[in-house]
């Protein structure tokens, strides 16, 4: 249950003001079509999550559990740096032609979370907790969670958060997280 929660609330409070929230922002904009919209979003994070997962728990496989939460925790402190830099839609990740929304969704999505912080986040969490099905859950449940109210609210509910904030917070949780690994790490 402890990797299903901390999947959810780390890649949830991640994903606030980033590219890949951004692009749902551009893909709810241009097809005004919120459930194939957010089915794209579901399936493109269970497939880019679950590729990540899988290699997080054979990377933490291979290592003792010191190493690994010693590596975990610098990750996550690194993580809470990266989560500071504001993220921008490039525009190779925009939705594609006329395919459709859930495609456009899917494949965009895809691709904008590789290397993005929430893929690393649950290569990470993967390696700290080997509970495939609960990581991926926990983090693709954290993904739909920030991104469902962009999608449905749109550009009114986006302008009226405060990203700058919600950045510091999200940095905030990176850093405990990552001092929490760090600590167990030193005192196992």
Not at 89 to 98: F, K, N, R, V
Not at 138 to 145: A, F, N, V, Y
């Given at each position: 249950m402890e990797a299903f929660l901390i999947?959810?609330?780390?890649?949830?409070?991640?994903?606030?003001?980033?590219?890949?929230?951004?692009?749902?922002?551009?893909?709810?904009?241009?097809?005004?079509?919120?459930?194939?919209?957010?089915?794209?979003?579901?399936?493109?994070?269970?497939?880019?999550?679950?590729?990540?997962?899988?290699?997080?728990?054979?990377?933490?496989?291979?290592?003792?559990?010191?190493?690994?939460?010693?590596?975990?925790?610098?990750?996550?402190?690194?993580?809470?740096?990266?989560?500071?830099?504001?993220?921008?839609?490039?525009?190779?990740?925009?939705?594609?032609?006329?395919?459709?929304?859930?495609?456009?969704?899917?494949?965009?999505?895809?691709?904008?979370?590789?290397?993005?912080?929430?893929?690393?986040?649950?290569?990470?969490?993967?390696?700290?907790?080997?509970?495939?099905?609960?990581?991926?859950?926990?983090?693709?449940?954290?993904?739909?969670?920030?991104?469902?109210?962009?999608?449905?609210?749109?550009?009114?509910?986006?302008?009226?958060?405060?990203?700058?904030?919600?950045?510091?917070?999200?940095?905030?949780?990176?850093?405990?997280?990552?001092?929490?690994?760090?600590?167990?790490?030193?005192?196992?």
């Open positions: 999947s959810i609330t780390t890649v949830a409070v991640a994903e606030i003001g980033d590219r890949t929230q951004l692009l749902a922002l551009v893909l709810a904009a241009r097809y005004r079509r919120p459930l194939p919209i957010i089915a794209g979003i579901l399936c493109a994070t269970l497939a880019n999550h679950a590729a990540a997962a899988i290699v997080g728990i054979w990377f933490g496989s291979l290592l003792k559990p010191r190493v690994l939460e010693v590596i975990v925790g610098a990750s996550m402190i690194a993580m809470a740096l990266w989560t500071l830099k504001p993220d921008k839609l490039d525009e190779s990740t925009s939705a594609a032609g006329a395919r459709g929304a859930f495609l456009a969704t899917l494949t965009s999505f895809f691709i904008a979370e590789i290397g993005d912080k929430t893929q690393i986040a649950t290569l990470a969490l993967a390696a700290a907790y080997p509970n495939l099905l609960a990581v991926v859950a926990g983090t693709t449940t954290g993904m739909l969670l920030a991104n469902v109210p962009v999608v449905i609210l749109g550009k009114a509910f986006a302008d009226r958060l405060p990203l700058q904030a919600i950045r510091y917070v999200a940095a905030a949780l990176f850093l405990v997280l990552g001092v929490l690994f760090l600590g167990r790490a030193l005192w196992r």
